[in-house]
């Protein structure tokens, strides 16, 4: 089994949903029963450098946290186009849909009467679709390629659990439907921020079952299909 590690806010555990039963089998996690605060003060006595180091942020691997700059510098080719709202009318225009993410709420550069949040990124047209937090939710998912950890699936039948989709994001109570090769999952309340490609880790209060990846997402009351936006 795999359970939440001791210091809740510096939990890793959401990142071996994918890691397979035999893998864990021969893994040790030495940190799972401490504090990041006495992780740091053993690495102090041990003359470690990175004792006093401040935590990463953002993309850890860049430096400025900018990965925009990053996509540049990488020479990624960008997909420009409109910002729109859920009706289809155009509010503005962007420099590429990756400069952007599901569930985004700033920097988009749009004012409105009430915040606006990236719904739906579709880089073929170069549209970014933007959308009220009434608009923004997500009642369902489909996350497919399952692996399962010390816990198997009944054979029938729905299964109440928790699920998290984001490093550190808070888990969402929900209702899984288990076929072969995919997992339906219904949220107890509508979510923001949840997007195909993301893992998504199910957990039995601090017990994690397994996860797999997110093929789709439904939005509530606006399934994809019914996107006046496509």
Not at 105 to 117: C, V
Not at 119 to 141: D, K, N
Not at 145 to 158: K, L, R, T, V, Y
Request: charged residues 25%.
């Amino acid at each position: 089994q795999v359970r939440r590690g001791v210091d809740t806010g510096k939990d890793q555990s959401y990142q071996l949903f994918c890691v397979a039963e035999e893998n864990l089998a021969r893994t040790r996690l030495p940190l799972g029963a401490l504090q990041k605060s006495q992780v740091r003060e053993m690495a102090e006595e041990a003359g470690l450098r990175t004792a006093k180091k401040a935590d990463s942020q953002e993309v850890c691997f860049i430096p400025s946290n900018d990965y925009r700059q990053l996509l540049k510098q990488e020479q990624v080719e960008l997909h420009p186009g409109d910002l729109v709202d859920t009706s289809g009318a155009v509010l503005g225009s962007h420099e590429g849909t990756e400069h952007f993410t599901i569930g985004q709420r700033r920097g988009h550069g749009i004012a409105g009467t009430e915040p606006l949040y990236v719904v739906e990124l579709s880089p073929e047209s170069g549209r970014v679709v933007l959308g009220t937090i009434s608009e923004a939710g997500f009642e369902a998912m489909v996350v497919d390629e399952p692996n399962w950890i010390g816990w198997d699936p009944p054979a029938a039948g729905a299964v109440r659990c928790e699920v998290q989709w984001r490093h550190l994001g808070r888990t969402a109570s929900c209702e899984l439907d288990v076929q072969e090769g995919e997992v339906s999952v219904r949220f107890d309340e509508p979510q923001v921020a949840v997007a195909a490609g993301q893992g998504a880790a199910f957990y039995d209060s601090d017990r994690l079952l397994g996860g797999g990846w997110i093929q789709s997402a439904t939005r509530s009351g606006l399934s994809l299909s019914d996107n006046p936006c496509e």
